[in-house]
């Protein structure tokens, strides 16, 4: 739901830093990236259990996310790809009842540590979601959201953001005689890029995308597989996908998690099978479970 402007930046930061944004790390990020030959480090889960009050969603998850490069979560509907996802920017905290066990860090630092304030998380770690969800607001406004709750008034400096945004969400071009216009007459890929170009306009560190082009045609969802692989120089993301294909085209790694079902309760409890590079988890998986979903027989 779309806090009041007014709300958002009336809310008290704590005193407890999160480690400085990749995107702002200026030449020695990139000094790093042409270093490094493992990869550094953003995301680091370990033993990761996710609990709805009493029920286990997720059990004992550990994985590693590296910068600048895109990570698909795969698997049947119900393993808890979303849920997992979730916990990397805090919005799991929004969920009633809602508590993660074990430990995740981001850039050496705990996000669910005393004093780690979720709004900061989020300035840091943005999300793209399932639906496009534009505000009811001009297009300009869209983008310009943001800025302006994180305290920026000046004019210059907001249109600045707002082209910037748009043409790293690839559609300036599109939308630039029509700003004024409301953001809810754009189509469903349009409104994507839209809320690509909303979450990019604050400068995150990392892009979360819950399965981004579940809605979309093929047209559309080319668009924002070319755009991924545009901006992942600049970010790193995490995409949730059904379409194994698509984390075959857009992933440098990938994620896959199943279902452990207890018979007696009738529940289904998500847990990570296999996680490593997409080529390796496609063509030479580990476990049979993985090959059972990537070759199709297990759905």
Same mark, same amino acid.
């Given at each position: 739901?779309?806090?009041?402007?007014?709300?958002?930046?009336?809310?008290?930061?704590?005193?407890? $830093?999160? =480690?400085? =944004?990749?995107?702002?790390?200026?030449?020695?990020?990139?000094?790093?990236?042409?270093?490094?030959?493992?990869?550094?480090?953003? +995301? $680091?889960?370990?033993?990761?259990?996710?609990?709805?009050?009493?029920?286990?969603?997720?059990?004992?998850?550990?994985?590693?996310?590296?910068?600048?490069?895109?990570?698909? +979560?795969?698997?049947?509907?119900?393993?808890?790809?979303?849920?997992?996802?979730?916990?990397?920017?805090?919005?799991?905290?929004?969920?009633?009842?809602?508590?993660?066990?074990?430990?995740?860090?981001?850039?050496?630092?705990?996000?669910?540590?005393?004093?780690?304030?979720? @709004?900061?998380?989020?300035?840091?770690?943005?999300?793209?979601?399932?639906?496009?969800?534009? +505000? =009811?607001?001009?297009?300009?406004?869209?983008?310009?959201?943001?800025?302006?709750?994180?305290?920026?008034?000046?004019?210059?400096?907001?249109?600045?953001?707002?082209?910037?945004?748009?043409?790293?969400?690839?559609?300036?071009?599109?939308?630039?005689?029509?700003?004024?216009?409301?953001?809810?007459?754009?189509?469903?890929?349009?409104?994507?890029?839209?809320?690509?170009?909303?979450?990019?306009?604050?400068?995150?560190?990392?892009?979360?995308?819950?399965?981004?082009?579940?809605?979309?045609? =093929? @047209?559309?969802?080319?668009? @924002? $597989?070319?755009?991924?692989?545009? @901006?992942?120089?600049?970010?790193?993301?995490?995409?949730?996908?059904?379409?194994?294909?698509?984390?075959?085209?857009?992933?440098?790694?990938?994620?896959?998690?199943?279902?452990?079902?207890?018979?007696?309760?009738?529940?289904?409890?998500?847990?990570?099978?296999?996680?490593?590079?997409?080529?390796?988890?496609?063509?030479?998986?580990?476990?049979?479970?993985?090959?059972?979903?990537?070759?199709?027989?297990?759905?």
């Amino acid at each position: 739901m779309e806090q009041s402007e007014q709300n958002v930046a009336a809310q008290t930061e704590t005193t407890t $830093e999160l =480690p400085k =944004p990749a995107a702002l790390q200026d030449t020695q990020r990139a000094d790093a990236a042409v270093s490094s030959t493992t990869g550094t480090s953003v +995301f $680091e889960s370990k033993n990761v259990s996710i609990y709805y009050g009493s029920f286990r969603a997720v059990t004992d998850v550990s994985l590693t996310i590296y910068e600048n490069e895109i990570t698909a +979560f795969i698997g049947p509907s119900g393993c808890g790809k979303t849920t997992v996802l979730r916990t990397l920017n805090r919005m799991n905290d929004l969920i009633p009842g809602a508590r993660v066990e074990g430990d995740v860090h981001y850039r050496g630092a705990s996000l669910y540590g005393p004093g780690v304030s979720p @709004i900061s998380v989020r300035r840091r770690i943005g999300m793209v979601f399932q639906k496009p969800n534009p +505000f =009811p607001k001009s297009i300009y406004d869209n983008v310009a959201y943001g800025p302006r709750i994180n305290g920026i008034r000046n004019k210059g400096k907001l249109d600045e953001i707002v082209e910037k945004s748009l043409r790293g969400a690839a559609l300036w071009d599109e939308v630039k005689d029509r700003l004024n216009k409301s953001g809810l007459g754009l189509s469903g890929g349009q409104a994507q890029r839209l809320c690509i170009a909303r979450t990019l306009a604050v400068e995150p560190d990392v892009v979360l995308m819950d399965e981004p082009c579940s809605a979309l045609d =093929p @047209i559309a969802t080319g668009a @924002i $597989e070319d755009l991924m692989h545009e @901006i992942k120089s600049q970010y790193t993301i995490v995409i949730v996908t059904h379409n194994m294909q698509q984390a075959t085209r857009v992933s440098d790694r990938t994620a896959f998690y199943s279902v452990l079902r207890d018979e007696k309760s009738d529940t289904r409890t998500g847990v990570l099978v296999e996680y490593g590079r997409t080529t390796q988890i496609f063509e030479d998986p580990h476990d049979n479970r993985t090959q059972a979903y990537v070759t199709g027989r297990m759905g």
